[in-house]
């Protein structure tokens, strides 16, 4: 079915591990983004990409990796994850580029890290 | 460090009230506004887009924009108690669409 899909929903870790958390989008959208929600700060952008190959920094990416061989996947990577990486984690995606384009998101991944 | 301030409630409003939430931002260029609704433990799903100064209308909701004032809101008329959830208001940056920012969004409270 079309959409856009986080994979896991939901994890638990321990402190240096590695982890990635997956994205996956249908629509054939070139642009994909990944939010990270703690209380009381709302959404902030980790990284974007624009198109395959093609990824920038957003508010906060440290301690985050970002790839993207693929127009419809755009996975992200905990290098060495730390508690303060304890979050709710949103992909979104969006068709192009120009101001009136909405975000779509997926469901989200809950991550704690111990 | 750009800023979007919402008031973080909770908001209550009896059922069929008006709603009334607000956004400010810091970012003088900033070009697209998007009011997004989140219930509990989902995603948020957008509800509406403005970017030019004055009202936007959709069924029950309205947006409204002022950007000499850097403000933007969002009514919802005819509140039901479906509409209770957060409400987050997101900004872009300045040149750049695919920048945004979201304030920590507020919750809303619709009292059958």
């Known amino acids: 079915d079309a959409g856009i899909t986080q994979s896991p929903r939901y994890k638990i870790t321990e402190t240096g591990r590695q982890v990635t958390l997956m994205c996956h989008q249908t629509w054939s959208h070139s642009y994909m983004f990944w939010y990270r929600q703690d209380l009381g700060h709302g959404l902030r952008l980790i990284y974007y990409s624009a198109a395959a190959d093609i990824t920038d920094k957003g508010e906060v990416p440290d301690g985050y990796v970002v790839s993207r061989s693929k127009t419809e996947n755009f996975p992200l990577t905990l290098e060495s994850a730390t508690r303060s990486q304890t979050s709710v984690y949103f992909c979104?995606?969006?068709?192009?580029?120009?101001?009136?384009?909405?975000?779509?998101f997926g469901p989200g991944t809950r991550l704690t890290v111990l | 460090q750009k800023e979007v301030e919402q008031n973080s409630g909770p908001l209550s409003v009896p059922e069929g009230a008006i709603a009334s939430l607000n956004c400010t931002y810091s970012?003088?260029?900033?070009?697209?506004f998007f009011w997004y609704r989140q219930y509990s433990g989902k995603s948020p799903e957008l509800i509406m887009s403005i970017y030019s100064n004055g009202d936007k209308e959709d069924g029950r909701f309205t947006a409204q924009l002022n950007k000499a004032s850097q403000y933007v809101s969002l009514l919802i008329r005819d509140s039901q108690p479906s509409d209770s959830a957060t409400y987050l208001c997101a900004v872009n940056e300045a040149y750049n669409f695919n920048k945004f920012y979201f304030g920590s969004g507020t919750k809303l409270n619709v009292k059958p």
């Open positions: 979104a995606s969006r068709a192009s580029g120009g101001a009136g384009n909405e975000q779509f």
């Open positions: 970012d003088r260029g900033s070009q697209s």
